[in-house]
């Protein structure tokens, strides 16, 4: 998807540097060419935005697309057709909520990924792991108590897969990267949405969990981690895992240890929010709903502890089902803890790190993707802007506007 395009009178966020600069901004061939003043616009569309404020698309670091329900059980009895038509359902709202690039934290395919790319569907950028890694009765495991066969035959669709056994996670680690997975899930501690764990458990062995890490490194990506307790995350950085998800029950050695590491956290607060208000109606089984209240409180005092302590953190959603429509309410909930810069970064310049697409997306710089945000409203006076699409003047993805 590339086009030419002329921003005229702009006032252009650089997130990085948090400074706005005043000019025109020039798109070509699906890439930003150059910013300045009375820039010529050639056979390019021109716009003239009026002193409207410009920010770069944004990114979800932690969807779950093809979750179309919040009941997860359920996902392997779906066809993978009607999976894959309610993804690009789900995928096309996302962009009209000015969300460019996501990074699916399991479900996602190379098929979706694909699609999306060549212009089947209208759609963000989609980086994909494939399956989620997890042990038997793992957050991944998807069996009841009273099930015993597993079948994570890929025709099916869901978030998981079991593997146990260090062989067996380099084999179920390997096979993702063979379908060309950008990272590796692994359930590394309970959760919510699994019907056999607790959520104060740890999952995987040390050595199964480097093992995973080294298959990762070996293929120059990385392990994204499902992690909330403190224990978990902690155990999850010291192996090498780069990325934590969630991570709402994380103490003062976790802070520590996410510098020391150089690792991410990617909090996800408005799923337990939308999970508690409206989990059971969008089809989140009963004991699963009771789980809500061990992590929904403890959250936000996470993400305080960790921008107090200089964590890197990225901008993730984690919703489900007809809950996806609340994505960019997590603007609000960032916004009582962080600064509007801070929570911008988080889903713009540190998210393009942590998926290694720095200088690709997250900026206005030249020769990055021209994915753009047009708002009329300055985020960095009020990051609730961000909160509300329906008021989006344009969404910009390659050059073209998708969304006005």
Request: aromatic share 4%; proline share 3%; charged share 25%.
């Amino acid at each position: 998807m590339t086009g030419s395009l002329l921003l005229r009178n702009a006032r252009l966020l650089d997130p990085a540097e948090g400074e706005y600069t005043e000019g025109d901004l020039r798109c070509s061939d699906g890439r930003i060419v150059e910013i300045g003043t009375g820039l010529t616009a050639g056979d390019a569309r021109t716009e003239d935005l009026r002193g409207a404020f410009v920010l770069p698309g944004l990114v979800d670091a932690h969807v779950h697309v093809t979750a179309s329900t919040a009941d997860l059980g359920s996902l392997p009895a779906s066809s993978p057709s009607y999976v894959a038509a309610h993804s690009a359902r789900t995928m096309s709202r996302m962009l009209d909520r000015g969300f460019t690039t996501v990074r699916d934290a399991s479900g996602a395919d190379y098929g979706l990924a694909d699609a999306q790319a060549e212009g089947l569907f209208r759609g963000p950028r989609l980086l994909f792991c494939g399956r989620a890694l997890s042990q038997t009765g793992g957050h991944g495991d998807s069996r009841t108590r009273g099930a015993n066969a597993s079948d994570d035959h890929p025709c099916c669709a869901g978030l998981g897969r079991v593997a146990d056994g260090v062989d067996a996670v380099r084999a179920a680690a390997r096979d993702e990267l063979r379908k060309g997975a950008h990272h590796i899930k692994v359930m590394a501690s309970g959760g919510v949405a699994s019907p056999t764990d607790r959520i104060d458990s740890t999952q995987y062995s040390g050595e199964e969990l480097r093992a995973i890490v080294e298959e990762a490194e070996a293929a120059n990506r990385y392990v994204a981690a499902h992690a909330y307790t403190a224990r978990a995350v902690n155990r999850a950085l010291e192996l090498g895992v780069r990325s934590i998800e969630h991570g709402n029950l994380i103490d003062d050695l976790s802070v520590e240890l996410f510098l020391r590491h150089d690792a991410y956290l990617v909090p996800t607060l408005v799923t337990y929010w939308a999970l508690k208000e409206e989990g059971r109606e969008h089809g989140l089984p009963e004991s699963s709903w009771r789980k809500v209240d061990e992590v929904l409180g403890a959250g936000m005092a996470a993400l305080e502890r960790a921008a107090r302590g200089g964590v890197k953190l990225v901008y993730g959603s984690d919703l489900l089902g007809g809950m996806h429509r609340h994505q960019n309410h997590e603007f609000r909930l960032r916004g009582e803890v962080q600064s509007a810069l801070e929570v911008i970064r988080s889903a713009t310049s540190t998210a393009a790190d942590l998926l290694n697409l720095t200088g690709e997306i997250g900026t206005l710089a030249p020769g990055a993707h021209a994915d753009l945000l047009v708002v009329d409203r300055d985020p960095l006076e009020d990051i609730g802007v961000l909160a509300e699409p329906e008021s989006f003047r344009h969404v910009i993805q390659g050059g073209t506007v998708v969304s006005a």
